[in-house]
């Protein structure tokens, strides 16, 4: 029998999407977290420009982060709980490359959009166009090695009794170089040395990431399905 | 000879004439140690009497990385030859390495405070051993966070080889990135670079740590395996 691998990876990307869509309120949750977090910063800091001026940058690098991390560890707790990984494991398509669209599609419809708020709110905390702009550069590319990571904690969770107290901590460790790379750039722009070293440092670890995290996340959902 | 001792049974009939002196030695290194390091060791020009800090803190923190890379390498046994034991002893050193990790925590930043004005700096050094430390309560969290303990496992083990990476970086962040926090002094190309005086308390406790892991490790094994045998008399009893 000849398999038509263009219409498997069609039919895997829309499922995905269209699943995304269905479930637009954890969408807007993160939206709205995102918003609660910028707003209670200066408040809690103070409202003064110098102390702002400061801390603008990571608050806006917090709220993305925090708003991210609930919906992360959930890449695969609904697919497993619906019998759709089993699906996916007898499919002809390798268990990695359907992780990779998962992946993709998830960074793509659910991270990829939030850029829109980055400009947004680092309006209202001051922050200066050329760092905004480098800021959406990071966090696109950042982002996708995030979601590489959740791939892999979210497919270690899977089964757990509940996974909300684990995964955080499994994610931040992990996550670590892509926050170093990421703020030097922002630093390096800030005091007009040159962004790109650590912007290629960041390309890296995404790009490992990008190659190992298919390979552990496919071997750890096997054993969960075999539990 | 690894064969023969993957058995429990026999691992823990091999063991119960050693243990007891295992006991021994660490009770006499530790007690030497402490007694060399505390009273019969000098001062550092620097740092005076504080420099005495090391001969705990330095234990502490290189068993914390070793006894993760033992995790590790039981994990990869237990991946690759899907031995229960190798996974019973995995869990066995868990709790013990992350005790070890924070106690080096601990004495690092009291031994901080008298020196570099502060507890706590964000340090490539200081950093790389508390990402060692929420590995372990990753660890040790995953591996009891299944309703069975045992489908924990396989995913601890999967974590516990991935948390590997951070090992070399916690060896080199001294020489990688300009820390606070001292360059290495003992294991060097060029030969230790410490003082005779302060290096044989130093070992002496070394080996009085490396005993009491496998003293404390030992009967974490022994705990672990009555702990299986009861669960499995349990499912007998249906």
């Known amino acids: 029998m ?44 103070g409202p003064s420009e110098e102390k702002l001026t400061l801390v603008s940058n990571a608050i806006v690098w917090i709220a993305l982060i925090v708003s991210i991390i609930p919906t992360l560890d959930k890449i695969y707790i609904s697919d497993f709980k619906n019998g759709w990984l089993e699906q996916y494991y007898y499919s002809p398509l390798l268990l990695e490359i359907i992780i990779l669209i998962k992946c993709f599609v998830f960074w793509f419809f659910l991270i990829i959009p939030l850029t829109i708020f980055i400009p947004i709110f680092s309006i209202l905390l001051n922050i200066p166009f050329l760092i905004i702009f480098w800021n959406i550069i990071i966090f696109a590319i950042g982002s996708l090695g995030f979601c590489l990571i959740g791939s892999i904690c979210s497919s270690l969770t899977l089964g757990t009794k509940s996974n909300n107290l684990i995964s955080p901590l499994l994610i931040l460790p992990l996550a ?3 926050f170093i790379f990421g703020n030097g750039v922002v630093e390096a722009v800030k005091s007009n040395y040159d962004p790109l070293p650590n912007l290629y440092l960041l390309i890296t670890v995404c790009l490992i990431l990008l190659i190992i995290s298919p390979l552990i996340s496919a071997y750890s959902i096997k054993i969960a399905l075999t539990k | ?19 007891f002196s295992i006991g021994v030695f660490t009770f006499l290194f530790i007690f030497i140690g402490l007694y060399l390091s505390l009273f019969n060791s000098p001062e550092d020009y620097q740092q005076g009497d504080t420099v005495r800090i090391m001969y705990i803190h330095v234990p502490f923190a290189w068993f914390a990385s070793f006894l993760y890379f033992s995790i590790s390498i039981a994990s990869i046994f237990f991946l690759i ?21 924070i106690l080096t925590i601990l004495t690092g930043s009291l031994w901080g405070k008298p020196m570099w004005g502060t507890w706590w700096v964000w340090d490539a050094r200081l950093t790389s051993m508390l990402i060692l430390c929420i590995f372990y309560f990753a660890y040790i969290g995953i591996s009891n966070a299944f309703p069975r303990k045992i489908d924990g496992s396989k995913p601890a ?41 302060m ?7 070394l080996l009085g740590f490396l005993f009491m892991s496998i003293f404390i490790i030992l009967i974490n094994i022994k705990t672990n395996l009555i702990y299986k045998k009861y669960q499995s008399e349990i499912l007998k009893l249906g």
């Open chain 1, 2 to 45: 000849k398999i038509n691998f263009k219409n498997i990876l069609i039919a895997l990307i829309e499922k995905e999407f269209k699943s995304y869509l269905r479930s637009i309120n954890n969408f807007m949750n993160m939206i709205v977290f995102m918003i609660a977090i910028i707003i209670l910063f200066p408040l809690t800091v």
């Open chain 1, 176 to 178: 670590i170089p892509i």
């Open chain 2, 157 to 197: 083990a999967i974590l516990a080889i991935v948390g590997m990476v951070n090992l070399p970086i916690i060896k080199f962040s001294v020489d990688w990135w300009n820390t606070l926090h001292q360059p290495a002094s003992i294991i060097r190309f060029d030969g230790p670079s410490i003082n005779q005086e």
């Open chain 2, 81 to 101: 030859w899907k031995h229960p034991f190798a996974d019973i002893i995995a869990r066995s050193i868990a709790p013990l390495g992350l005790i070890f990790s």
């Open chain 2, 199 to 205: 290096l044989l308390p130093l070992v002496i406790m």
């Open chain 2, 1 to 19: 000879m690894i064969n023969y001792l993957a058995n429990p049974n026999r691992f823990l009939n091999f063991m119960k004439p050693i243990e």
